[in-house]
Nanobody
Framework: VQLQASGGGLVQAGGSLRLSCAAS????????VAWFRQAPGKEREFVAAISWTGGNTYYADSVKGRFTISRDNAKNTVYLQMNSLKPEDTAVYYC????????????????WGQGTQVTVSS
């Protein structure tokens, strides 16, 4: 499966963005999808994940209550709605997919999108 992340941009602190991860080339409804992010000089970290049906989600503590992950299997797309953005949310955001239930580590995912830059100004 091929993944294409989009929706990043520059936003002021307190603002919102919605990222999209569009999939092609596979049975998207069979894959769990996660968002990771990587800030300059830091390791890639888990942000949120959603199961293949959309019935289960999980969030990193740092984004819980501010970010919402969702999916539309008819459109082969996963979304990450980001509200109340903070400067520390600045990073390149990547979507990733794997068959079966989601995991939390980068090595658990087989397919990755190219990343989209999110910059939050103070």
């Amino acid at each position: 499966v091929q993944l294409q992340a989009s929706g990043g941009g520059l936003v002021q602190a307190g603002g919102s963005l919605r990222l999209s991860c569009a999939a092609s080339g596979g049975t998207f409804s069979s894959y769990s999808v996660a968002w990771f992010r990587q800030a300059p000089g830091k390791e890639r970290e888990f942000v949120a994940a959603i199961s293949w049906t959309g019935g289960n989600t999980y969030y990193a503590d740092s984004v819980k209550g501010r970010f919402t992950i969702s999916r539309d299997n008819a459109k082969n797309t996963v979304y990450l709605q980001m509200n109340s953005l903070k400067p520390e949310d600045t990073a390149v955001y990547y979507c990733a997919a794997r068959r079966g239930f989601y995991g939390f580590g980068i090595y658990e995912y087989d397919y990755w999108g190219q990343g989209t830059q999110v910059t939050v100004s103070s």
